[in-house]
């Protein structure tokens, strides 16, 4: 494990080579076909899903789309969701535990959009009600943090089985510069506020939160796209036969108990 | 001489100010419960008069926030509250600097250990589980305490067969508990679906502020949600949308009344009528009435 700070981590998941899901996709799943909509309002680009197979799985695939030129980014609203892409992942999420499919969720948000638009359509509603819905959906969900893992945005599709990490990716309840600007009045010391909220995959490890680390090739994943894919390939395959086969009944037990043992105090 | 403007300040500052920091400071002398002014109106009453209208601005209707002592009394029968988990408090989890001096100030300021308070009551006879926000408590944000009592009064409701009246109010996830505080809202709406799973009923009352992680959780999850009138309802905050959309919002946005239009409150009910508003839904489910009303 590299020794890099969360800022120098942060550095390589900014990185404009860093791969996305339209790299991932392709090379993971065979046959993937992207179903499109909410039903109830319209289809948003910042996440894809759909159906495919992970080997010889079939499987229901959930992602933030970070784009990789200004084009993508402008389709995909730099990965930042509104309501109706959470409504989607839900759709989408509720047809897999029809069909018996493992969901997998890859996570790459700075977090949800803020706008006048996304508040109309109940951005806090539509992350709650996955929240809800996720933590009973009757069949094994995996997450993986692939590079920014932007606060209730990421968590709306991060209530799973098993949450992996890649290794600089970062999850966090707040931005940094957030966080800076709340602390000393100033988002340049968006530094400092980095190490200070305990973000990469190594402390979230610490916290229970992390549950496997997926190691990217020396300087971060740009630097080998294919390996990082093949990394990624390898933990789900194996993520996936060892949740497919727990009886239902114990893999809800246990999912909600992975986050209800989450917190910290005395009494 | 302090000129009136500086009362305004003063008394401002206790219903204004969006920082976590305490209710206004006991140190200042001139008469700062004189006068109110109202956040959202601007109109100015004799302070007197907004306490004995339950802090309701007699002018615009905003209802002002209360401490959590404040909303049990007019809430809940005399003497039938039983808090649950009294003496839970916050660690510092992901050991951010001065963390346990901020709480400590905070729990000297507002007498009480956390940001919300749970337990059990009864509210014109008919018994429930009753979880209480407040506001002026780090602004409500919602750490490890607040995502445990909530998450243990959901699990002891669903297993008492009792219905739940969670006041909410909240600036969101509790920044200085970083990832251990997003975690809360996986938590609570787990065990909001627990509770919801057995048949339980949750009635979601949001206050001023409901915002960011709490609204984005177990405050949206009500069977039934109810809203205070003028109060603010929102995901994101208000500045934070400026500044992504570069401009100006107008007045009403993510006010109770906007989210009852988009589509999110089932109802708007004023501060003197939720005692019977929360009694009524209560029989209307079933529950039995258990002692004669205060």
Known sequence: MSNLTAWERMEIVHNKNRPTVNDYIPAMFTRFMEFHGDRYFGDDAAIIGGIGYLSETPVTVIAQVKGRNLEENKRSNFSMPHPEGYRKALRLAKQAEKFRRPVICLVDTPGAYCGIEAEKRGQGEAIARNLYEFMTLKTPIISIILGEGGSGGALALAVCDELAMLENALYSAISPRGAASILWKDSSKEREACEILKITAEDLTSFGVCDKIIKEPEGGAHNAPEQTADSIYEYLVDAVSRYKSVEITKLLNDRYTKFRKIGMFTE | ?294
């Open chain 2, 1 to 294: 001489m302090a000129s009136i403007e500086d009362l305004f300040k003063v008394v401002k500052s206790r219903f204004t100010d969006d920082s976590h920091s305490a209710p206004a400071s006991k140190d200042v002398s001139i008469p700062q419960d004189l006068l109110f002014k109202c956040p959202r109106c601007g109109g100015v009453v004799y302070n007197e008069e907004f306490v004995r209208a339950m802090k309701v601005c007699p002018k615009c209707n905003y209802h002002a926030r209360l401490t959590w002592q404040e909303r049990l009394e007019l809430t809940a029968d005399t003497g039938s509250f039983k808090e649950f988990d009294a003496e839970m408090r916050s660690l510092n989890p992901i050991g951010f600097p001065r963390y346990e001096d901020k709480i400590a100030k905070m729990q000297e300021a507002c007498d009480t250990r956390e940001a919300i308070v749970t337990g059990e009551c009864t509210i014109r006879g008919y018994r429930c589980v009753i979880g209480i926000m407040d506001s002026h408590f780090m602004m409500a944000s919602m750490g490890s305490v607040v995502g445990e009592k909530i998450t243990r009064a959901f699990e002891y409701a669903a297993e008492k067969g009792l219905p739940v009246v969670m006041f909410a109010s909240s600036g969101g996830a509790r920044m200085q508990e970083g990832i251990i505080s997003l975690m809360q809202m996986a938590k609570t709406s787990g065990a909001v679906k627990l509770h919801s799973d057995k048949g339980g009923l949750y009635i979601a009352v949001m206050t001023d502020p409901t915002t960011g992680g709490v609204t984005a959780s177990f405050a949206s999850l009500g069977d039934i949600v109810i809203a205070e009138p003028k109060v603010l309802i929102g995901f994101a905050g208000r500045r934070v949308i400026q500044d992504t959309i570069r401009q100006r919002l107008p007045d009403d946005f993510q006010s109770a009344e906007f989210q009852q239009d988009c589509g999110f409150v089932d109802m708007i009910v004023e501060r003197g009528m939720m005692r019977k508003r929360l009694s009524n839904i209560l029989k209307l489910h079933g529950f039995p009435k258990e002692t004669t009303a205060r």
